[in-house]
């Protein structure tokens, strides 16, 4: 596994992308590569504070039980996606479960690595308050979702939530999820994800492949919402 390839993704991808270079090549000098079979877990709910992890290649679920509720998957992340950095710093249990779904490579940075970068800069607390504000929008894109009755702009708005983060270039997205899954992320039945969809497929928005959808245009895809 050669360390620089697999950190091409994070590098033009992401929250880590878009922080200052002497940040982000100084984590990424800390950081240690470690494979994730599919269905190994990251962290579980309620696991002790841990690491920074992002995601290189592969693709990772977050699960969690919310309240009596069964655990229930609310998002599929995808290469340049990090977490672990709010219990981390809050030192408290984490809030979800997160686990590979496709063989992944993942990037962990200790918190003690953390802790050094804060000495020498301050403004890594800044850098780790971000990562989380992009968690909030992630989270209040799901809670709008949630409050839309329209069911097409349920799924569309789980598609642009999941198409986050953005390639650095431009082409095609692919959100590895099956239409089943698609719709538990949407909080749908399944019945009417299959027309959405092909509507979509019909308007050039998207494609459709076995347990993925493919963005073509994410314009003509925002563009759909509301119509």
């Known amino acids: 596994m050669k360390k620089n390839q697999v950190l091409r993704a994070v590098r033009h991808t992401g929250w880590l992308a878009e922080q200052p270079a002497a940040f982000r090549e100084a984590l990424l000098a800390r950081a240690e590569l ?3 079979a ?34 229930r ?6 290469p340049g996606w990090w977490v672990g ?15 590979a779904r496709a063989p992944s490579v993942v990037i962990v940075v200790a918190a003690a690595a953390i802790t050094e970068l804060a000495r020498r ?15 909030m929008d992630s989270a209040l894109q799901l809670a709008g979702c949630a409050l839309t009755s329209d069911p097409r702009d349920r799924v569309i708005g789980t598609l642009l939530r999941l198409a986050r983060p953005a390639p650095h270039l431009p082409g095609p997205i692919d959100i590895p999820a099956s239409q089943a899954e698609l719709a538990e992320l949407a909080g749908m039945s399944r019945n009417p994800v299959g027309p959405i969809l092909r509507d979509l497929e019909a308007a050039g928005a998207i494609t459709c492949r076995r347990s993925c959808v493919r963005i073509l245009d994410i314009d003509v895809l925002k563009g759909s919402a509301g119509a």
Do not use: F
């Open 38 to 71: 599919m269905g190994a877990a990251l962290y579980r709910q309620d696991d002790p504070p841990g690491c920074l992890y992002g995601l290189a290649t592969g693709s990772l679920g977050v699960v969690a039980a919310l309240g009596p509720a069964p655990p």
């Open 85 to 99: 950095e709010a219990s981390m710093v809050s030192r408290t249990q984490t809030r979800v479960e997160v686990n």
């Open 121 to 135: 800069d301050p403004l890594v607390w800044r850098y780790l308050g971000l990562l989380t504000v992009s968690h």
């Open 73 to 78: 998957l609310l998002h599929i992340a995808r």
């Open 34 to 36: 470690r494979e994730r």
